[in-house]
């Protein structure tokens, strides 16, 4: 019989979660700032204690609704664990990270100690946050690119224009706009609402209204040329 | 204070990995059978308790070493959180499940109790780790759309036959292997080494040798278009 402490030992288990959205021109992640030690009046990521009754899904919806209306996640889905025996002080703990989206019309109200700060130029951030944000950028960085990811950036209708600057702010360059359009219609991801702007609104003429064709996240295969025929119709 | 018990429980953390081959024109799933209750006989992940003074990653691979030569395994990353309450029976217990690729020209020598077992037919599997192979599955499925991770389940050369035998059976439908090469050299993944197949090996002509470009997990961006100049280049 093994030694039960060194061989199987029991651990804390938190959720913590890296809540992104698209404000003021730049991607801004929702942080708490500590009011007791350890790590006091750094910066944190929302979460908390898994409980023994819920699993880490319904964890991180549970503590996300202490700082933000979780009705506005478009989408939440599991980071990565992160385990460094060092990473909190004192008892062991392992962490379930996750990646939040709020659409950039939603303004959630805050508590007092919550506040959005841009993921460029982070505050001092408790335990090993600053690396689970940039974790968390790097996975919406990448899945723009090959998933409708969008979606969860944006208000349900939106011109190519305004598009274009939540995908440049997102991914940290000025993205095209004609390309933009290009690659995500070519897709199939973008459809036009037969709506335009009002007239003279942004002082010009009435821009196209678009919307993501599905709200819910999928792969956006470009290795479609290899599906079966069944497949490639959607 | 809260209820220690209640609010910030301990939980036991176990590491699972499910480590896939293409083999005998299948993707196939290490398994070991239980020789013990609970679910005594019934096929299981290789795997185990996450020791205090290592994180998930170092886990996986220590355990791993128990059942496979770990040099043989070309990719491992992690998968997901599997946290249901009920899980297995028993204390709660939180698994880090990993996915595992092993290249195909491997054979690694297996312990007794361990063997392959085809992802489309498995055998009577224990607690969730079916939902965890479905979940490798459709990962590696995923991933060989948007990245180059076919190099994790090929030998260092091959023929684009060989690789089209190999993405066929990985993806569950049969490929093009004109599409397969036009697609994966259009990306930049794919290079002809410069040498043959010895003539008459497969009764025909030659036929051209190629390798992945990389042998490191990268992804292949389809969303080129709108990265900044700089980044065109690779």
Redesign the interface.
């Known amino acids: 019989m093994p030694d039960a402490t060194?061989?199987?030992?029991?651990?804390?288990?938190e959720v913590l979660a890296a809540v992104l959205q698209v404000r003021a021109g730049s991607l801004q992640v929702l942080l708490w700032q500590r009011a007791r030690e350890p790590h006091m009046h750094r910066w944190s990521l929302p979460g908390g204690?898994?409980?023994?009754?819920?699993?880490?899904?319904h964890s991180i919806r549970r503590q996300l609704k202490e700082k933000v209306d979780v009705r506005q996640l478009a989408h939440v889905e599991?980071l990565?664990?992160f385990?460094?025996?060092d990473r909190v002080p004192g008892p062991?703990m392992?962490a379930?990270a996750f990646l939040g989206l709020v659409p950039s019309d939603n303004d959630p109200e805050l508590p007092e100690d919550t506040r959005w700060h841009p993921v460029g130029d982070l505050p001092e951030t408790a335990f090993d946050h600053q690396a689970i944000v940039r974790r968390a950028r790097d996975r919406l960085r990448?899945k723009?690119?090959?998933t409708n990811i969008g979606f969860a950036l944006a208000p349900p209708t939106f011109t190519v224009s305004a598009l274009r600057e939540l995908?440049s702010a997102a991914?940290g360059?000025?993205?095209?706009a004609t390309?933009?359009q290009?690659?995500l219609s070519r897709r199939g991801l973008l459809e036009p609402t037969g709506d335009t702007t009002r007239p003279g609104r942004s002082g010009g003429r009435p821009a196209a209204l678009f919307r993501f064709a599905d709200r819910g996240m999928q792969?956006t295969?470009?290795?479609a040329?290899?599906?079966?025929p069944a497949a490639k119709s959607r």
């Open positions: 060194t061989e199987a030992p029991l651990l804390g288990h204690r898994l409980r023994l009754d819920e699993d880490v899904e599991q990565a664990v385990s460094a025996p062991r392992v379930s990448s723009l690119s090959y995908y991914l360059y000025r993205v095209s390309n933009l290009r690659v792969v295969d470009p290795f040329v290899l599906r079966p």
